[in-house]
């Protein structure tokens, strides 16, 4: 019988609560794979040798997520990165944005429920330099992007994995998967979410909130857009980003808007705000991302940190 693996790194578990959300279908991949490591189903505390196929999630943010990761890679014929944060560095990556002392200084003595003490321990992991996207430390066979994976999506792919299938997938935008029409536009600047309420039937980013729906990857059906609510960004870049060394997250936002609107590019960058958070905050932590020569990442982390 096959056996699968479940690995939690640096993130919130989500992904693996997305994998038991599919219910009762589990009770047929169970007929077929046997799940032999799962912190968060099972009280099993290593991985054993001879796994088939083993799912990471969360990002590399210490160096016991780095061990488990690479104890994974070599005991897994077949490694999987299920989630944005394992693809791409995720809500973790964020940390970049501060030093280290500054984040153990929040966490351990300014926040409500840290101890009255303000003693900061001393044996935790220690943090590594940056955060990683699991594939920036190892070899990846597969990607699963998403935050978490949406259930009908893990509903095609894992019985497919499971039984060696090969499955033809959409590669297409949230856009693509988008019911809104462009309608006209008009006055055009640049809203916060919480200013006024969208139009349900047209283009949000017509209407002048920040979508990030154009440049990013679907498969998750523009849950967010359907429910009058911009994307921002969970699933990571769309394929045309991936794959052109001059395409990045900001700069292309900034030339649709342009392209939207006919404002000239620098009058668009005048408007964006908080641009780590609205444009980077699931790719932040991704050397793939940051590498690219039009991307602004490693001036933001530069600027806010370490």
């Known amino acids: 019988m096959m056996k699968i693996a479940i690995e939690e790194l640096a993130g919130c578990s989500g992904c693996t609560i997305a994998v038991l959300d599919l219910h009762e279908m589990l009770l047929d991949v169970i007929e077929e794979a046997e799940i032999v490591y799962s912190p968060v189903i099972m009280d099993t505390k290593e991985p054993p040798e001879g796994i088939d196929i083993a799912f990471v999630t969360g990002a590399v943010r210490n160096e016991e997520n780095h061990e488990r990761l690479i104890r994974l890679r070599k005991r897994a014929k077949t490694l999987v990165a299920l989630g944005t944060c394992a693809c791409y560095g995720g809500i973790s990556g964020l940390s970049m944005l501060s030093s280290n002392e500054d984040l153990f200084q929040c966490v351990y003595r300014e926040v409500e429920t840290a101890k009255p003490d303000g003693v900061i321990p ?6 590594l330099y940056r955060a990683f996207a699991v594939g920036d430390l190892a070899k990846i066979d597969y990607y699963i992007t998403g ?14 994995m499971i039984a060696g299938d090969t499955l033809e997938l959409s590669r297409k935008s949230v856009c693509a998967e988008c019911d809104r029409i462009m309608g006209p536009v008009e006055n055009w600047s640049l809203s916060r979410r919480h200013e006024g309420v969208p139009d349900r039937e047209h283009c949000l980013l017509g209407q002048g909130y920040l979508c990030l729906g154009s440049v990013t990857f679907g498969r998750c059906g523009a849950a967010c857009p359907k429910n009058n609510i911009p994307c921002h960004g969970c699933n990571g870049p769309s394929l045309d980003i991936l794959r052109e060394p001059c395409r990045d997250i900001y700069n292309m936002m900034v030339r649709r808007i342009s392209d939207l609107t006919d404002k000239p590019e620098k009058e668009v960058e005048k408007e964006l705000y908080d641009v780590a958070h609205t444009m980077y905050a699931f790719t ?8 690219k020569e039009t991307s602004k990442i490693r001036d933001l982390v530069k600027e806010r940190g370490r």
């Open 122 to 127: 001393t044996d935790v992991p220690p943090f």
């Open 147 to 160: 935050c978490p994976p949406k259930e009908a999506f893990l509903k095609k792919i894992i019985p497919a």
């Open 284 to 291: 932040i932590g991704s050397l793939i991302m940051e590498d």
